[in-house]
């Protein structure tokens, strides 16, 4: 079956970083698009940082730009979220999200494939 594992999520001060993972399996990331999505309280579900396939084609959220960096290790078959200089606005639920196969980039949520479970990250001021 396939699987998204998320982890590396926790509760960080303001100015903290933190790094999240997500371990695919079932599933060759390399031929797919994957991004990080988060989810607040009384929001909408938004992208904060997509990778496209194949290379290293990166988006990110305006605000997180400078912040957060999006990496791949494709022999891990896993994704990294890189989040440096953390807000209390960052605290979401964050969630991995794989495209379809040999997909075009796109950046609704409704167009991603795959899901993980989410990993909590709160920032306290």
């Known amino acids: 079956q396939v699987q998204l594992v998320e982890s590396g999520g926790g509760s960080v001060q303001a100015g903290g970083s933190l790094r999240l993972s997500c371990a695919a399996s079932g599933i060759d990331i390399s031929r797919r698009n994957m991004g990080w999505f988060r989810q607040a309280p009384g929001k909408e579900r938004e992208l904060v940082a997509g990778?496209?396939?194949?290379?290293?084609?990166?988006y990110y959220e305006d605000s997180v730009k400078g912040r957060f960096t999006i990496s791949r290790d494709n022999a891990k078959n896993t994704v990294y979220l890189q989040m440096n200089s953390l807000r209390p606005e960052d605290t979401a639920a964050y969630y991995c999200?794989?495209?379809?196969?040999?997909?075009?980039?796109?950046?609704?949520?409704?167009?991603?494939?795959?899901w993980g479970q989410g990993t909590q990250v709160t920032v306290s001021s």
């Open positions: 999200a794989a495209g379809p196969l040999d997909a075009q980039w796109r950046q609704a949520a409704s167009e991603f494939e795959y």
């Open positions: 990778s496209r396939w194949p290379g290293l084609n990166t």
